[in-house]
C-alpha cells in the first residue's frame, strides 16, 4: 500500500489480492488520499495490536495449562503412591487389594 508517483503527481493504491495475484486498486489522489492512507494505517495498526494480544493470551493459557498437567501427575504419584500404601495394586488399569495369603 502507498503512495505511487504518476505522471508527476502522487496516487494513493490499495494493494489486493484477487484469485492469487496482487493488483492495484485506485483510491485516490490529494487529501482523499492522505486520509485513506492515514485510515489504512490505523486498521492495520489495530490488527496488530489485536493479533499480538491474542498471542499474549495464548501463551498464558499455554502456560497455565503446563502447570495444570504438572499439577496432574503429581497427583497421579501420590495416589499411587497412597494406594499401594494400602495395600491395592493395579490389575490391568483397575485397583484391586491384594489377596491375604492363609
Known amino acids: 500500500m502507498g503512495f505511487e508517483q504518476r505522471g508527476g503527481q502522487s496516487y494513493y493504491y490499495r494493494k489486493v489480492r484477487e484469485g492469487g495475484r496482487v493488483r492495484s486498486k485506485y483510491v485516490g489522489g490529494g487529501v482523499v488520499g492522505q486520509i485513506c492512507a492515514e485510515q489504512d494505517y490505523e486498521d492495520r ?9 491474542h498471542l499474549a493470551a495464548r501463551h498464558a493459557e499455554a502456560e497455565i495449562d ?20 494400602f495395600g491395592f495394586h493395579l490389575h490391568k488399569g483397575q485397583w484391586r487389594r491384594k489377596r491375604l495369603a492363609e
Not at 45 to 53: G, I, L, N, T
Not at 68 to 82: K, P, R
Open 66 to 85: 503446563r502447570q495444570l498437567a504438572s499439577a496432574e501427575s503429581a497427583l497421579v504419584a501420590l495416589t499411587h503412591a497412597t494406594l499401594f500404601a
Open 45 to 53: 495498526s489495530d490488527r496488530e495490536s489485536k493479533r499480538a494480544a
